[in-house]
């Protein structure tokens, strides 16, 4: 008689911890499936704001230099660079201009380094 009590104890405790596991897991299992929904509503609206980034952004630079290219290809990449580099330089010194300025409204006595 003793020993039925100790099996019914012991099959009735794995019974509720399987029964506590399986609690367990289900509500595991529903969390996980509302951050899956969560998650995909998130993908959905990233695909879509990137879709409008590229369209707002334009079509796609297709420069690919080579080393099959010509003369005329490598001077106008060679054209556009100094241009770049033109601009650039105007806006070094429209800057450094308007630094200057500003030092001496405040009393600094400073003077622009020398052109090279």
Same mark, same amino acid.
């Given at each position: 008689m003793? =020993?039925?009590i100790v099996w019914t104890l012991l099959?009735?405790?794995?019974?509720?911890?399987?029964? =506590?596991?399986?609690?367990r897991l289900w509500r595991s299992a529903k969390a996980l499936m509302s951050e899956l929904g969560h998650t995909s509503e998130m993908i959905e609206s990233l695909s879509r704001r990137t879709a409008e980034l590229t369209a707002a952004r334009g079509p796609e630079r297709t420069f690919t230099p080579h080393l099959l290219a010509t003369d005329a290809e490598r001077d106008g990449w060679r054209s556009g660079r100094?241009?770049?580099h033109e601009n650039r330089d105007e806006r070094k010194r429209v800057r450094h201009r308007t630094t200057l300025?500003? =030092?001496?409204?405040?009393?600094i006595p400073f003077e622009?380094?020398?052109r090279r």
């Open positions: 003793l =020993w039925f099959v009735l405790a794995t019974l509720a911890g399987a029964a =506590w596991l399986g609690l100094a241009g770049n300025a500003r =030092w001496r409204a405040i009393g622009l380094p020398p």
